[in-house]
């Protein structure tokens, strides 16, 4: 445990390597983000069918493409993802040690476009392949095909086998955090691995270089005009983009909470907070004389102690009584001939058996 602290130490009091807590921060804010908005999108698409809901229907593909414009305009001018520049980190190439290049810079374009992929593409096939593996298991309960046809076999064995895949993939992850934790690896993530990266902290001169940037870009807005038609569609693809993360990022506490609120396990906490409690039993304040008129037989009226006619209900304690007989007691003493509670006539609920 020593061993490990004095890792986690050095690795948040180095110079550019971020910590490990830093790292998977990062990576958990767009995870966050998706099935917020997928929960507002639901909610629109339900309050309005019509309109909204292709919205619903064809969620992950529109995501997956805002999603390639939001990474492909942060990695082009900031060399980082969204969540990544979010937490003031930037991707250099795993060779670079020395001189590392300006966040403005971008990433080579082998890197670029490994990185874009990966951001993009490997977790919208992730979340393809659970949803087939979901509909697969409900098909396997409820499914028309015989026993020993060639698909049944295919899917049952796939089935079988993606606990396994899914296991290993996940223990990649854990073993490369691990790994980092310990200064034995530059990487985190395998994915980062894979696209030739590694992250390291933004420098004075990286956020001076997007600031000056930034503002050359405000400035050169004038002449967008006498710009060619291909440069006015990149800047008006990037417009969309810095539209879209601006507003990510002022709303991105606020789409945590959603996912928060609206998990499973939070809103199990919440229906058993907000349930309305079983009501007791009615306290029979006639002490005396109350558990006297209860019969033993339960189609019996306590009053008359005859088989019930026309049983009826006080809403006041729930007995029930012969109509006639409640209703000439209630009259009389407005109040349960048991319980003793205040009643009144309208309190009397009439009942009606199946065989009625």
Known sequence: ?????????????????????????????????????????????????????????????????????????YLAGCSASFSENFYSLKR???????QQPLATAGLPKRQHWKSLLLLVLVPY?????????????????????????????????????????????????????LCYILGKAQHHSPLLRLAGVRLV?????????????????????????????QSAVRKALGGIAFSLSTGLSVSVFFLQFLDWWYSSENQETIKSLTALPTPPPPVHLNHGSGTALLPKLKTVCPLCRKIRVNATALSTSGFVFCYRCAYNYVKTHQCCPITGYATELQHLVKLYSPES
């Open 125 to 177: 096939l992730k979340g393809k392949l659970e949803k087939l593996v979901s509909s697969l298991r409900e098909e396997d309960e409820y499914s028309i095909h015989p026993p020993s046809s060639s698909w049944k076999r295919f899917y049952r064995a796939f089935l079988a086998a993606y606990p396994f895949v899914n296991m290993t993939w996940e223990g990649w992850f854990l073993i490369q955090q």
């Open 92 to 98: 250099v190439p795993t060779g670079e040690r020395r």
């Open 201 to 229: 902290r933004l420098t004075a001169e990286d956020i001076q270089a997007l600031e000056k940037k930034s503002a050359g870009a405000t400035s050169g807005q004038t002449h967008s005009i006498k710009t060619q038609v």
């Open 1 to 73: 445990m020593a061993e490990l602290g004095a890792h986690l130490t050095a690795a948040s009091a180095g110079d550019d390597r971020p910590s490990i807590f830093e790292a998977v921060a990062q990576d958990s804010l767009m995870g966050a983000l998706k099935p917020a908005l997928q929960h507002l999108v639901k909610v629109l698409a339900e309050s309005n069918p019509g309109r909204y809901g292709f919205l619903w229907r064809w969620f992950d593909e529109i995501y997956v493409l805002l999603d390639l414009l939001l990474q492909q305009h």
